[in-house]
């Protein structure tokens, strides 16, 4: 039980832990045991840190503010990832309709050249047919 040194007063859970690595601990490989707690007290507010044994329950706490943070980075991760679509998006988006009108540029030219293809052959084949009636061959 953690009591405040000012007035004595109970304090339930720490607002913040962290964990102390112990070198001989980490020496060995197992995990470290020294883990400090900052209270506030509930009657007078003072605010005080105590060395704590390393119990389940704290493990459980720093457990879940490890998981909170690494929640709060895969949605930031998230979110970035996110921007950076939205950003791909767009500029795939100009590109497409960039690609659009070029496409309908070329097809433009194409159709002119083909116009002019098929005026040049009827008037070569006109060419052909006066040519063939001039020698008289207009029956073959
Ligand atoms: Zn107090």
Known sequence: MI???????????????????????LQ???EPKLVVGLFECPDCEARFRTALK???KIEET???????????GIREELMQTLKNLREK?????TER?????????????AE????VLESEVGMLREEVNSLRNLL???DE
């Open 54 to 56: 390393f119990e389940g």
């Open 62 to 72: 720093a457990s879940i503010k490890n998981m909170v943070e690494r929640i709060k």
């Open 3 to 25: 009591t405040c040194p000012k007035c004595g007063a109970e304090a339930a859970t720490p607002y913040k832990t962290w964990i102390i690595p112990s070198r001989e601990a």
């Open 112 to 115: 002119s050249r083909v116009n």
């Open 136 to 138: 008289g061959y207009a």
């Open 28 to 30: 060995k490989g197992e």
């Open 97 to 109: 309709a960039n690609l659009i009108i070029e496409i309908e540029k070329l097809r433009k030219v």
């Open 89 to 93: 998006i767009k500029t795939l988006e």
